[in-house]
């Protein structure tokens, strides 16, 4: 079967199509902009690449057309509208996944606000290390593995269950489609503010994933997020397994200790213990998250644990990308106010008191961009000692929003701006933190290159 993929160059997408090749079929593909590395990624795999949405597609003749959720009607996808036009048969990426690679197969997804595609590794990586081979599909590239995505052979499929829209066409959450054995509801907060109007929304369609879930399956549920509770209130027909409350609950799964070396505890009763080389709270939870999910499919703490000490994270979590003169340049994916706090939050209890934190973002995702959850900026660096925020397609006055920091933040208009200031105010033993979703303008290269300069 021929594959033609519109959007390719997203994580989702761009592993849509290496399991696609990798299951034999042929594989084209187009994008706005194709560039490494998902670009290089997926030629080596002997997938042709496309710049732009052209209408002259329709002579690849594919059997099939697999649209990505950044298609929309209209002017700019004008092989979108050709398709339409024609009659011709297309689907939208989770649809062609469920249908020809999670059919069959024990699906474990992993949902959430933050965190998702670090405890979809963690997952992977314990059911690898116990010898059951599992298929992944996560939006990153987990170090343990080099790869993305992968059909494996063993029964399991992990995959990252986003609860952003399908399609143009299917505007249900993409993790609607994947019809799980074992779920992770890891926290849940207002995002995507370019498509749920409010918290409320979001909860409905995690609870449509909770109907999908059989009676024989089991969901893991953190205990401390109110919205997830809610979420359970509505209706469960599972086994749900609550992890990560701070006092001692029979049956939940919880930690003691420091999130770098802790205890894992069901009740009141020892499991495991974990060490590893993770810091801050969030990835305690989320280590937590991936052990429950794990025991669904016969895989004890005590070996999750020792997966856990072997576990190497995702690239762009808290990765350092270089040092230059004793100061230390950091990419991590955090765009979400809260995951910002968290990052923050992390480093500021790894490194030494005397120590600064210099907070680099850009408020890139769509949500950031509308400016739903500015006020909440502050708040979210309050533990960095200066903060750095790129201007640059901004539709709202980020100067403004990040007032109350005082002469803590500076504010540029471009990343070469904010490189220039960086420069001038970094010194020895500094972390240079650099957050977004996106490239960031190359800003870590930059960094290093100016610092060395």
Same mark, same amino acid.
């Given at each position: 079967m021929h594959l033609h993929i519109l959007g390719i160059c997203g994580t989702f997408m761009g592993g849509i199509a290496a399991l696609a090749r990798e299951a034999g079929h042929k594989v084209t593909g187009c994008d706005a902009n194709v560039y490494p590395p998902m670009s290089t990624q997926l030629e080596a795999l002997g997938i042709e690449l496309i710049e732009g949405f052209g209408a002259e597609q329709l002579a690849l003749q594919p059997d099939v057309f697999v649209i990505g959720n950044v298609v929309t009607r209209g002017e700019r996808f004008p092989l979108m509208e050709a398709i339409l036009d024609a009659g011709l048969p297309y689907t939208s990426g989770p649809q062609w996944l469920a249908e020809n690679v999670l059919q069959g197969r024990h699906?474990? %997804?992993?949902a959430g606000?933050?965190?998702?595609t670090t405890t979809t590794s963690m997952l992977a990586w314990i059911l690898e290390h116990a010898g059951l081979n599992p298929g992944f599909l996560v939006?990153?590239?987990?170090q343990n593995f080099g790869v993305s995505a992968r059909l494996g052979t063993g029964k399991t499929f992990v995959i990252e269950a986003d609860e952003y829209d399908t399609a143009f066409f299917d505007k249900r959450s993409k993790?609607?489609?994947?019809?799980p054995r074992t779920a992770i509801l890891n926290n849940l907060e207002h995002d995507h503010a370019d498509i749920f109007p409010d918290l409320a929304a979001i909860e409905t369609q995690f609870h449509h994933l909770v109907r999908t879930v059989p009676p024989s399956g089991r969901l893991v549920v953190n205990a401390r997020e109110e919205s997830l509770q809610r979420v359970i209130a509505r209706g469960c027909w599972s086994e749900l397994l609550r992890f990560g409350a701070k006092k001692e609950e029979a049956g939940m799964l919880r930690a003691r200790g420091e999130p770098q070396a802790f205890d894992v505890l069901r009740g009141s009763l020892k499991v495991a213990r974990v060490e590893w080389g993770l810091i801050?709270?969030?990835n305690q939870l989320n280590a937590l998250a991936a052990i429950a999910a794990a025991e669904h499919v016969g895989v004890t703490p005590e070996q999750s644990a020792a997966a856990l000490a072997e576990f190497q994270n995702v690239r762009r979590r808290m990765e350092l990308r270089g040092e230059v003169r004793g100061i230390k340049v950091y990419d991590d994916f955090a765009h979400h106010p809260t995951a910002i706090r968290t990052t923050v939050n992390g480093l500021r209890r790894r490194i030494a008191p005397a120590e600064r934190i210099l907070a680099i973002f850009e408020p890139r995702s769509n949500t950031m961009k509308l400016?739903?959850?500015?006020?909440?900026l502050p708040w979210a660096l309050e533990e960095a000692d200066l903060s750095f925020c790129n201007q640059q397609g901004l539709a709202w006055d980020a100067k403004e929003a990040l007032a109350p920091l005082g002469a803590s933040a500076f504010v540029g208009g471009d990343v070469d701006?904010?490189?220039? %200031?960086?420069?001038?105010?970094?010194?020895?033993?500094?972390?240079l933190l650099c957050m977004s979703n996106g490239g960031f303008g190359g800003i870590h290269e930059k960094l290093l290159q100016a610092l060395a300069g």
């Open positions: 699906v474990l %997804a992993v606000t933050h965190g998702k939006g990153g590239v987990p993790f609607v489609h994947y019809r801050g709270e969030h400016g739903t959850m500015k006020a909440q701006a904010l490189v220039a %200031a960086i420069v001038k105010a970094a010194k020895p033993g500094d972390h």
